[in-house]
């Protein structure tokens, strides 16, 4: 089976850093996503991981370890505009080669306050 | 241009009543889908085509039935709707797969379903 958990929610300041974990548990690992959705609106993709380490994006890292089952989202600088819900999802490879099955966990929401 | 978009955007019904929400993309995907988001906010799969050919279908009841007339559209069909149906419903879409590629999902502004 899958499974995937993250907090439910964290608040932050802004201007400070903010760790947000996620943790899983998958049978056919292929790919780790995070998506920001912010109320009302569709998620949109932030970043990818599928080997362990860190990725980079601006503002934005994303981390991943394999063999622990975890990742994390890391946000810096947080500005009012970061306050959203943050989804963890996990692509499993085995529903055949033809498609991705992204499993969503139930999401993160991230209060910034001034 | 819009990549993914749903038609329509806020969808008010009475139970019993069978209702269709469309989807298309513009991506040139080969894969896409439909997520149904709950009140507590999980976004969890229903169903996904790959080039017209149904890949995933989750335990989701029989009054839904997605139609993918070309890879390009993917609509979804309700009937005899419940009030348990109300949520919020996303298409999405993809590229095909490849080991390790990124794949990331493009996801419709959504169909905000009430069911009164």
């Known amino acids: 089976g899958q499974n995937i958990d993250q907090p439910t929610e964290m608040t932050a300041t802004e201007g400070a850093i903010v760790q947000i974990n996620c943790t899983y548990q998958?049978?056919?690992?292929?790919?780790l996503f995070w998506y920001q959705q912010h109320a009302g609106e569709a998620p949109t993709f932030l970043s990818y991981?599928?080997?362990?380490g860190l990725e980079e994006k601006g503002r934005f890292s994303s981390f991943l370890s394999r063999s622990k089952g975890y990742s994390y989202l890391l946000l810096k600088e947080l500005q009012m505009k970061d306050s959203a819900s943050y989804l963890c999802a996990v692509r499993d490879r085995n529903y055949g080669g033809a498609t991705n099955k992204l499993i969503f966990g139930t999401g993160t929401l991230l209060a910034v306050q001034p | 241009d819009t990549a993914v978009s749903q038609t329509p955007k806020y969808l008010v019904t009475q139970m019993g009543n069978d209702k269709s929400i469309k989807c298309e993309q513009n991506?040139?995907?080969?894969?896409m889908y439909w997520y149904k988001q709950d009140s507590k906010k999980f976004l969890k799969i229903m169903f996904s085509?790959?080039?017209?050919?149904?890949?995933i279908n989750e335990t989701v009841p029989n009054r839904f039935s997605p139609k993918s007339p070309d890879k390009a559209h993917l609509n979804l069909h309700i009937n005899s709707l419940e009030l348990g149906d109300s949520a919020v419903y996303f298409c999405?879409?993809?590229?095909?797969?490849?080991?390790?590629?990124?794949?990331?999902?493009?996801f419709g502004q959504g169909t905000r379903l009430t069911v009164v």
């Open positions: 991981n599928v080997l362990d």
């Open positions: 998958t049978s056919g690992f292929n790919g």
């Open positions: 085509y790959n080039n017209k050919e149904l890949i």
């Open positions: 991506l040139g995907h080969d894969t």
């Open positions: 999405a879409s993809t590229t095909g797969t490849a080991f390790r590629e990124n794949t990331e999902a493009f």
